[in-house]
């Protein structure tokens, strides 16, 4: 089967992609409105693109030509938290994206506690087992439909006791979840190791880091 892309509607072809694209990580997203009212959303289309500085890349497209809350606000303040949810908490991260006007907190919709970042004025969820602070670096718009590839640098990293082991993070003690297509999601499956493949230091001064 072959598709030419500019035969396509732009729905038709989030709906390929975002089934082609999988699984993708969930990058559950809280913002700080003009009025103080905490946001919560998830956000798939999600990487990291830096790692000194660390930094994330999340896609925020537009509701009928309008900024979404979340990226509304993150031209606003410039902060944001990105946390990665566990499988205990799919069907909050799920609930999270339900439309409410700005002055609705899915947070406290959804009975989720927050508590103060360190770094930014943005709360981050108590319960989430990975919370990153992050300033905003770049905006980048794509394509037609206002979509804007959102650069955050994290300067703060917060991890729940336990999740990491000798400088690693223990995924299975994270146990992720990650989007499919529509509302389907996965969790971790079989995890296959193979051996370890050298690899020229990532840094030009050679500081060595795997
Ligand atoms: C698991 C999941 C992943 C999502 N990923 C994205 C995404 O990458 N980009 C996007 O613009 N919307 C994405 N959405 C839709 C937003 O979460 C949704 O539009 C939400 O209402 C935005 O909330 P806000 O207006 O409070 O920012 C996703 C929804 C779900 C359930």
Redesign the pocket.
């Known amino acids: 089967m072959q598709l030419d892309p500019a035969s396509l509607t732009p729905e038709a072809t989030y709906r390929l992609l975002s089934g082609l694209v999988v699984p993708r990580p ?1 990058a559950w997203i809280s913002t700080l409105s003009p009025t103080g009212v905490v ?1 919560l ?6 990487t990291f693109v830096s790692n000194k500085p660390p930094m994330l890349g ?4 537009r ?1 009928a030509g309008r900024r ?4 509304a606000h993150i031209h606003h303040r410039g902060e944001f938290v990105v946390h990665i949810g566990d499988s205990s908490q799919l069907e909050a ?2 609930e999270s ?3 409410h006007p700005e002055d609705v907190s ?1 947070a406290a919709l959804l009975g989720l506690a927050t508590v103060a970042s360190d770094t930014i004025a943005v709360p981050r969820l108590a319960a989430a087992p990975v919370a990153m602070e992050c300033r905003l670096s770049q905006v980048i718009p794509f394509g037609e439909t206002g979509a804007e590839f959102v650069v955050g640098e994290i300067t703060r990293f917060h991890l729940r006791e336990g999740l990491m082991k000798d400088g690693k993070v223990e995924t299975l003690a994270l146990d992720p979840v990650c ?1 499919i297509g529509g509302p389907n999601y996965a969790t971790l499956g079989r995890i296959v190791t193979l051996r370890g493949m050298a690899q020229t230091a990532k840094s030009v001064l050679g500081s060595g880091q795997a």
Not at 58 to 61: R, T
Not at 68 to 71: I, V
């Open positions: 969930i946001n959303a998830p956000f798939s289309c999600f999340v896609n925020i497209g509701k979404k809350d979340t990226g991260i799920h994206s339900a439309e899915e989007r």
